[in-house]
């Protein structure tokens, strides 16, 4: 199993940045892909974006040039850094470890609030 703990969101005014974390623990050696999605109220779950284990990324087309995912390996991390905010990135934003074969495995969350 990976257990996925996300923190890092709030309360930020459109234009603003804020960087989200995700730290994995447990059975990290089998991750392929850490991924974040988001949800806003009404809405399905979308994927903002991803990451393998080779560095290769990809996003939705909505934050393309804004958001940046990253991770550290030795932290065990993913982050993702959203700059240009706008009241439209308002969500839950969940982050997901992907195993070939296995469960995926989802964070509890965290709140980002853009106001205009």
């Known amino acids: 199993q990976v257990q996925l703990v996300e923190s890092g969101g709030g309360l930020v005014q459109a234009g603003g940045s804020l960087r989200l974390s995700c730290a994995a623990s447990?059975?990290?050696?089998?991750?392929?892909?850490m991924a974040w999605y988001r949800q806003a109220p009404g809405k399905q779950r979308e994927l903002v974006a991803a990451?393998?284990?080779?560095?290769?990324?990809n996003y939705a087309d909505s934050v393309r040039g804004r958001f940046t995912i990253s991770r550290d390996v030795a932290k065990n991390t993913v982050y993702l850094q959203m700059n240009s905010l706008k009241p439209e990135d308002t969500a839950v934003y969940y982050c997901k470890a992907v195993r070939i074969g296995m469960p995926t495995s989802w964070g509890q969350g965290t709140q980002v609030t853009v106001s205009s």
């Open positions: 447990g059975s990290i050696f089998s991750i392929n892909t």
């Open positions: 990451v393998s284990n080779r560095d290769i990324t």
